[in-house]
């Protein structure tokens, strides 16, 4: 499936991150919006409005965080693209819908402009702390995809990405960005309509007497109808049957729930990405995503040019973990440096993931530290020199 | 069959509404069966949301009715009731008031009045009606569950107004015929002697006390620009000819060779 051409502003154009994350969600076919105005993401809704004027999509400003993604739910399930776009504080109220959006297996897309927390913290203040709340912050078992870009142009790729992951495994997905990035600008290409590939809404195409609404395909993914066509179809947010009736016994909890990981975790390899730099050779692997990347990639230089034997892995998708290709990088690297603009969250999986085999030092850093890789050059350096296996986390002191 | 539901279903079936075209988002659950007899698309959402829920249904697909059917009394999802009001989301509020929760009983909700709360409540109830005619509701009414053709008939009416209807009814509990216990029956016999039907009254004179009738009917109806009509006439106003009207056509881009 391929966006309409008078949609796209195909070609290369200047574009702050916010602009980036708009056209990109146009581009993937997005024509709702319901947010509530949060720094550093306003910008993002009111460009949106800009572009929404000869589309045919809409937006509305909804009296809450909660409501705006109850809204925005609402919305995918007439047929419609739909997205919200917050910071922290407002994430922090959606997790009551995303739980509600993973148990009704909807489609929609969040952006995450993260912003130092916790609390108010500094509204324009970039940082990478939503990291493990966009993952684990509502109730229950489930799993979402987590995207993280780090450039500009990533922005508006990973936003179709975003969609397209959304529609075909029916699951509520996050772009992580911060508030340093949605306002970095930089050159954006824009692709011509027929390069860019959408993924289909998967609607059901059988008898409509036939039609259950929570049967599942092979690929553990169950199929959508429109609604107002006379499917009278019943969904609901409790533990349900195929029909989407309530259904309250462990056997049906069994039935509904454990999918709902499953549709995730059995496609984990499919879902993760992840670009490396030089990690063929490397005895010290970074690690970073997001704004942390050029900060990371910088001192990976620096630390090859000094002869220290250095890669760079960054992850594109932080949900699912790219758990498979961490481990077996551990197994032949010395150690990882863990780049992130918080105080310790994804580190926790890496380290998880290389116990036993290479040591993992954490570097923080702040906004400072987006552009200046002093801390992880020295963090690498003094990988390099460690020569024993140390257990845990072990947290880079800057001098 | 609940009365409600069979309520409802007059209701809609006198609108001249095809049931297709309805949708149905509550944050309270009903029998399947139930909503398989309405013939109508349902959501069952967060307690609170279904109001929210139901302002993206509209505004992405307009030719859709969409009827939020709230029970947890206005506390959760209270502020999206009085913006809903505000904005003139079009949408038909119903808002069972059961004096006291059913599926949690003997807990007492901000609408419960001192007399008929298992354990009595020092505060004071909402006037529902009230409430949602400050907040620019198109149309009011109260009805108790006994009140069945007259609540038909309003349902009918705030089905065909365009902008935000709410309607309260007075029901202990939705499936009250499957298990009346004492309070249900209690309730229904107060509602019999202590309901009075006066229409077109003030709404802020509709407040439910222990020392007087219950005031029931239709209250306001009014007619106001919906959401969807200022939001087209604001950027029609600002952005002239660069802007066009919103229609609510749904946007699925085009698929593969077509």
Redesign the interface.
């Known amino acids: 499936m391929k966006p309409p051409k008078d949609s796209l502003k195909t070609g290369t154009h200047q574009l702050s991150g916010s602009q980036a994350c708009v056209e990109g969600a146009i581009s993937a076919g997005c024509r709702f919006l319901g947010m509530y105005p949060i720094e550093p993401a306003i910008e993002i809704s009111n460009y949106f409005l800009e572009r929404a004027k000869t589309l045919d999509a809409v937006y509305v400003q909804m009296e809450d965080e909660i409501s705006a993604l109850a809204a925005v739910l609402g919305a995918s399930w007439t047929g419609r693209r739909s997205m919200t776009v917050t910071s922290g504080p407002g994430l922090s109220l959606m997790m009551e819908h995303m739980g509600l959006g993973v148990m009704l297996e909807t489609p929609c897309v969040i952006v995450d402009v993260q912003r130092v927390g916790p609390g108010h913290g500094i509204p324009t203040a970039p940082a990478q702390g939503d990291i493990f709340q966009s993952r684990w912050g509502s109730h229950g078992d489930y799993e979402i995809i987590g995207l993280a870009p780090s450039t500009v142009q990533e922005i508006f790729d990973f936003m179709i990405k975003a969609f397209n992951f959304s529609e075909h495994y029916r699951v509520p997905v996050v772009v992580l960005t911060d508030g340093y990035l949605v306002n970095l600008k930089s050159d954006v290409t824009i692709p011509r309509a027929e390069d860019i590939k959408l993924e289909p809404r998967r609607y059901y195409d059988g008898p409509q007497e036939k039609y259950l609404p929570f049967k599942r395909d092979e690929d553990l993914i169950p199929r959508l109808v429109d609604i107002g066509a006379g499917y009278k179809f019943h969904v609901t947010g409790l533990t349900h049957d195929e029909r989407g009736y309530p259904i309250m016994n462990e056997e049906c909890q069994e039935f509904n729930v454990h999918p709902l990981v499953r549709k995730i975790r059995n496609y984990a390899e499919k879902i993760v990405r992840f670009q490396e730099l030089a990690t063929e050779d490397a005895e010290i692997i970074v690690i970073a995503y997001g704004s942390s990347f050029s900060a990371a990639k910088q001192a990976q230089q620096k630390a090859r040019e000094q002869g220290i034997k250095t890669g760079l892995l960054k992850l594109d998708t932080i949900w699912p973990f790219a758990e498979n290709r961490v481990r077996e990088l551990s197994r032949k690297a010395k150690a990882f440096v863990a780049v992130e603009m918080n105080y310790g969250q994804l580190v926790y999986e890496i380290q998880r993931c290389s116990q036993g085999n290479a040591n993992t030092i954490f570097v923080t850093h702040g906004e400072k530290g987006v552009e200046n890789s002093d801390d992880i050059l020295n963090a690498i350096i003094q990988a390099s020199r460690e020569n024993s296996k140390k257990e845990g986390i072990i947290e880079y002191a800057p001098k | 069959m609940s009365t409600f539901i069979e309520t409802l279903a007059n209701g809609i079936k006198e609108s001249g509404i095809n049931p297709?075209?309805i949708?149905i988002?509550s944050d309270i659950?009903f029998r399947?069966e139930d909503?398989?007899y309405l013939?109508?698309?349902?959501?069952?959402?967060?307690r609170g949301?279904a109001?929210?829920?139901?302002?993206?249904?509209?505004?992405?697909?307009p030719?859709?009715k969409v009827i939020p059917i709230i029970g947890d009394l206005i506390t959760l999802g209270g502020?999206?009731l009085?913006?809903a009001g505000r904005?003139n989301m079009e949408l038909t509020v119903i808002c069972i008031n059961s004096f006291i929760y059913r599926e949690i009983a003997h807990k007492s909700a901000p609408e419960t009045t001192t007399k008929f709360s298992a354990y009595s409540t020092f505060e004071e109830p909402f006037n529902i009606p009230h409430l949602a005619n400050s907040c620019g509701a198109v149309y009011t009414a109260r009805w108790t569950a006994l009140h069945t053709d007259e609540l038909a008939k309003s349902i009918t009416e705030a089905l065909q107004k365009n902008g935000l209807s709410v309607i309260e009814v007075l029901a202990p509990g939705l499936n009250y015929y499957q298990g009346i216990d004492k309070i249900e029956s209690s309730l229904l016999n107060f509602y019999y002697e202590n309901s009075e039907i006066k229409e077109g009254i003030e709404p802020r004179e509709t407040e439910i006390r222990n020392d007087q009738k219950i005031i029931i009917g239709r209250f306001t109806t009014l007619e106001r620009p919906t959401?969807?009509d200022t939001?087209n006439a604001q950027?029609t106003r600002v952005?002239g000819d660069?802007?066009?009207p919103?229609?609510?056509?749904?946007?699925?881009?085009?698929?593969?060779g077509e």
Do not use: C, M, W
């Not at chain 2, 109001?51 to 697909?61: H, P, Q, R, S, Y």
């Not at chain 2, 919103?246 to 593969?256: F, H, L, Q, W």
């Open positions: 297709q075209k949708s988002t659950p399947p909503i398989k013939g109508v698309d349902y959501f069952h959402t967060n949301r109001v929210a829920f139901g302002t993206g249904l509209k505004l992405t697909n030719s859709l502020n999206h009085v913006h904005r959401y969807l939001y950027l952005l660069k802007f066009i919103y229609s609510g056509a749904v946007a699925e881009p085009k698929k593969e």
